[in-house]
């Protein structure tokens, strides 16, 4: 379903959103001692904070699911928004069995600080996972399992995100809520320029970076980006395809030095007397060389610059730069 990935931080005006950390889980563990949000998001209450450290091992090295926790903006003021006070909640998604054929992603988020409830919060948190999803992974369905009697869920998800009731499962005393958001045609030639792009970038850098740009299953649709550098990473970047240039020129130049010795040695062993046709050919290619050599240059700097402007286009459309 995908490689493993660590996640990026996710910023709206009401949160942000934070992969799940592991100076998060005393708070989150704490939280899970609620005999109330136990019942309602259908989970386990688990026996000891070391458990609940394994729990946050497994969410950050899973290929096929992801763990945000969710930050309180508004309650923040000026300060950077980082600080363990700041947790309201989480969000959590999975990529359905099967995700490459259906493309569908569940979700489930839960607000647990009640101070932070009725605030919008989870609205956005969810709308920021499911627009990156579709980024990162491709996703167009969306799914929800809502424990029945959960009416503020069940609002948030029909009526201010547009899910539809597909069925309530009895077994589990739960609803099972979707929305399908298939991609356009636009979107899927977005797609194929894309990795069109993505084809002659990895040509121009050095293999250390083909790991870092990465997008198997995955479906970016601009102008949202579809990865996070720091500002440090994308200069590494530029400079890297200038040195991968610069060393594709002079890998050519010695090659090019290396037939011109081989062509002169050839020469000095020629009777021109006896063979002035083969000479005179020996030469033009001498000379040829020679001329391509002289330009060599030029032709050199014209590739870097090209190559900076598809860079610096590649990283304005596709890149989130992080300042971290």
């Known amino acids: 379903s995908g490689c493993f990935m660590r996640l990026p931080r996710l910023l709206g005006s009401l949160v942000a959103l934070v992969e799940y950390d592991k100076a998060h889980v005393p708070k989150y563990h704490a939280w899970m001692q609620d005999a109330d949000l136990l019942a309602t998001t259908n989970s386990e209450k688990l026996p000891t904070l070391e458990a609940q450290h394994a729990v946050q091992a497994k969410w950050i090295s899973s290929p096929s699911s992801g763990a945000f926790v969710i930050l309180d903006k508004t309650a923040a003021g000026d ?6 006070d700041e947790m309201a909640g989480d969000i959590n998604f999975f990529l359905c069995p099967n995700f490459p054929e259906t493309r569908e992603v569940e979700l489930s988020v839960m607000i647990a600080e009640k101070s932070c409830r009725g605030k919008g919060l989870a609205t956005e948190a969810l709308q920021l996972t499911m627009d990156f999803c579709k980024r990162a992974y491709g996703a167009w369905r969306f799914v929800a399992k809502v424990k029945q009697g959960n009416t503020p869920s069940l609002k948030l998800f029909s009526t201010k995100l547009g899910f539809q009731e597909e069925k309530f499962e009895p077994t589990f005393q739960h609803h ?3 929305l399908d958001n298939p991609p356009s045609p636009s979107s899927r030639k977005t797609f194929r320029r894309f990795r069109q792009e993505r084809a002659r970038i990895l040509d121009l850098l050095p293999e250390t970076w083909h790991s870092k740009l990465s997008f198997e299953n995955k479906y970016p649709l601009p102008p949202s980006p579809v990865i996070s550098l720091s500002r440090e990473e994308c200069k590494d970047m530029i400079e890297g395809s200038k040195k991968t240039i610069d060393e594709q020129t002079a890998k050519q130049k010695e090659n090019s030095l290396a037939a011109i010795s081989k062509l002169e040695e050839k020469l000095r062993a020629l009777d021109e007397s006896k063979k002035p046709a083969e000479v005179r050919k020996i ?3 001498i000379r040829r060389l020679e001329k391509r050599g002289a330009g060599m240059r030029r032709k050199n700097e014209e590739m870097k610059a090209a190559a900076v ?10 890149v989130e730069v992080n300042e971290k």
């Open 79 to 84: 300060k950077k928004v980082d600080a363990l």
């Open 309 to 318: 402007g598809l860079l610096e286009g590649f990283l304005k459309t596709y």
């Open 283 to 285: 030469r033009n290619v």
């Open 176 to 178: 099972l809520l979707a």
